[in-house]
């Protein structure tokens, strides 16, 4: 189970606030002196390859997860980085990113989720295209799903910052055991959002002094993969699109559960352990919604997962694609040989190793490496793991440096929406104050 519970850190784990920004740009030197100019011009991609993987470098990695060195090289394919470049120093430094930074830490290679990007690589400069990197090398991205790269386009505005690890979506989980005591049919794969709302309300109840609740989100999450493909703000102006219809939409499909009589939260408040918690501690809450990766932190408990239900005008469309990236950093003099790191964390051979483990693979023709999907995941045996990935991702949406501004005020609608507001008023005051707040960050 450690596999994929640290794999989750990358997008499970708090926003990592940072405190200096470092200059764009793609870095200077190679540091690779198996690659010479003279070279270049003559030899392939493949032999420029091969002796950027042959040269004398020490890679230094850095997450946003928060994982510690031991965490990286057993867990999250460290020790196979290793393996695979015997000539690489392999270094992992922990902590937070603006202490890193603080004390002139060089970092060559980043890893952080989508949703933690904007926070800490764009925010304080560490980005840097490696458009000139995948022409040089002749890199595919045509082997990747289509969306982790659209993602990437469009937080590089036409460039690409980093090339996806894995990636995790949305599902819903349930209580079998609540389910077999109140005598009620599972979830299934392929329910519409109404027919959840009812199976929802039917699991709402008191029993034995017990408040059992039908259903909650990690609703951030969810909005952030949300299936109208409604972004929180606009990436040229930084405006909230709270007001937007199908942002509107979105919003209101899964706040409406909570005006469920008994469904609610206490104090109408809405973070993710309020929410989960009592999903698989206090085993309360008969389903819940949120990363699909999140069955790795439920114990023992006896649950099962579907995928997402369908909006009734986008059938078969779940929701967005989470991915997980690798970015060479702004910092780094030794691109040459750390682009050899990412073309490698995402070919067949690791992506099967992930896969082994319980980790969602990236490639678009998962046909070879997700045949022995979860096999060294003794959790996942006889789950329906089908519905850890939807057979159709969203659309994604931009994800901007300010989107930990936007979630806050969301969920603040959320609490004012559940508490009686009305969701136009809720989403307006919320919009208002994001517009305030990003614009004060704007002129810091």
């Not at 389910?179 to 599972?186: I, K, L, V």
């Not at 490496?369 to 045996?381: A, C, D, E, T, W």
């Not at 929406?417 to 989403?427: P, R, T, V």
Request: with cysteine.
């Amino acid at each position: 189970m450690k596999t994929v519970t640290y794999i989750l850190l990358f997008v499970m784990l708090t926003f990592i606030m940072l405190l200096a920004a470092c200059s764009n740009g793609t870095g200077g030197d190679t540091g690779n002196k198996g690659i010479s100019t003279e070279t270049e011009g003559k030899d392939t991609p493949e032999q420029l390859a091969k002796k950027a993987a042959e040269d004398q470098v020490e890679l230094v990695f850095a997450s946003s997860s928060g994982a510690t060195a031991e965490q990286f090289m057993e867990q999250l394919g460290g020790n196979e980085i290793r393996k695979k470049f015997p000539n690489f120093t392999i270094t992992f430094v922990n902590g937070a990113v603006q202490n890193l930074i603080t004390a002139n830490q060089t970092i060559d290679i980043f890893l952080s989720s989508v949703g933690l990007t904007p926070a800490t690589l764009l925010s304080y400069g560490l980005q840097s295209d490696i458009s000139d990197l995948i022409k040089k090398y002749n890199y595919n991205l045509s082997r990747l799903e289509p969306s982790t790269v659209d993602i990437q386009r469009e937080l590089a505005n036409g460039g690409i910052y980093g090339l996806p690890v894995n990636t995790i979506s949305g599902a819903l989980f349930y209580n079998k055991d609540l389910f077999d005591r109140f005598g009620t049919a599972y979830p299934k794969d392929g329910m519409t959002w109404d027919e959840l709302y009812d199976l929802a309300k039917k699991m709402t109840r008191t029993e034995g002094g017990v408040n059992y609740r039908g259903l909650t989100f990690a609703f951030q999450h969810m909005m952030f993969l949300n299936q109208y493909s409604a972004p929180h703000l606009d990436p040229k102006t930084n405006k909230a699109l709270f007001t937007q219809d199908n942002f509107v939409r979105a919003f209101e499909n899964m706040a409406r559960f909570y005006k469920i009589p008994g469904n609610g939260l206490p104090n109408h408040t809405f973070s993710l352990p309020d929410q989960q918690n009592p999903f698989f501690k206090e085993q309360t809450i008969a389903m819940l919604m949120t990363l699909s990766g999140g069955g790795a932190g439920f114990g023992n408990m006896n649950w099962d997962m579907v995928q997402l239900p369908f909006l009734p005008d986008k059938s078969g469309i779940g929701p967005q694609s989470y991915p997980a990236y690798y970015y060479i950093t702004s910092m780094s003099k030794k691109r040459d040989a750390a682009f050899q790191v990412l073309a490698y964390v995402t070919s067949d051979e690791f992506q099967e190793w992930q896969a082994k483990g319980g980790t969602p693979s990236i490639l678009k023709d998962q046909s070879k490496v997700m045949q022995n999907f979860g096999v060294n995941q003794p959790l996942y045996k006889g789950k329906n793991m089908k519905a850890i990935l939807p057979a159709k991702f969203a659309a994604p949406t931009m994800k901007t440096r300010y989107q930990g501004i936007a979630d806050k005020e969301v969920l603040t609608a959320l609490g004012e929406y559940s508490a009686g507001k009305d969701i136009n008023s809720a989403l307006r005051e919320a919009a208002e104050r994001a517009d305030k707040l990003i614009a004060a960050e704007v002129g810091k």
